[in-house]
Structure formats: C-alpha cells, structure tokens
C-alpha cells in the first residue's frame, strides 16, 4: 500500500519562505514522477510543479515559476517543494502527488491527473 505523509507547512507572512517534504512509502520511488498540487477553499486545484523520476525534466506552473522549486532524494524516498517569496494567494493546502504510470513526462494536465495524494499540508500566508 502506498502512503504519502506530507509536511512542512505554516502560518508565514508575505515574503517568507518554507519547505515542504513529502515521504512516499509502498512503491519504488525513483520509477515515478512526482509533483505537487494546491487548493485553497472554493477554488479549483491548482497543479503548481513536476518532477520526472530522475529529476531530469520539471515542470512549474506560471503562478509560481521563479518562486517555487522543486526537488527529489531518490535515497529518501522524498519529495521537497522550496516555496519562496509567499505571497497571500498561495495560501492554499499543498498536496504532494505520484504519477499513475513508471517514468512518465512532466506536464499540467499530468499533474493533474496523478493517482496517489497525501492527506495535505497547509500553507498560510497573510498580508
């Protein structure tokens, strides 16, 4: 069984940064590709970033390209998501997400549609 523990969120201000960390367990961590989506209350999800298997290919979305950044230990079996320069429209709960299929590409609609969620992290900004 696969399980996803996300972790790392916070109550920040503007302009902080945080790490989040995302531990998957059950499978071979280093066939998927990885990623992260976002959702904040009555709003639709939002996938922010990918990651291929071996961390050659990534993918932002343009709401964070240049702020966020993500990254993976294969060894861990990790996965970490830098957040810099918050701003309050990130607020939203972070969930990290694992592809459906072994060495698959990086794109939004993929990210999208990836099979296996943690329980969330929530991230906080205020002005």
């Known amino acids: 069984q696969v399980q996803v523990v996300e972790s790392g969120g916070g109550l920040v201000q503007a302009g902080d940064s945080l790490r989040l960390s995302c531990t998957v367990s059950g499978l071979t961590f280093d066939a998927y590709a990885m990623g992260w989506l976002r959702q904040a209350p009555g709003k639709e999800r939002e996938a922010v970033s990918c990651?291929?298997?071996?961390?050659?290919?990534?993918w932002y979305s343009k709401s964070v390209k240049g702020r966020f950044t993500i990254s993976r230990d294969n060894a861990k079996s990790t996965l970490y998501l830098q957040v810099n320069s918050l701003k309050p429209e990130d607020t939203a709960m972070y969930y990290c997400v694992v592809d459906r299929e072994t060495y698959g590409w990086c794109s939004e609609s993929r990210t999208n549609d990836f099979g296996v969620w943690g329980q969330g992290t929530q991230v906080t900004v205020s002005s």
């Open positions: 990651l291929t298997a071996m961390g050659r290919s990534v």
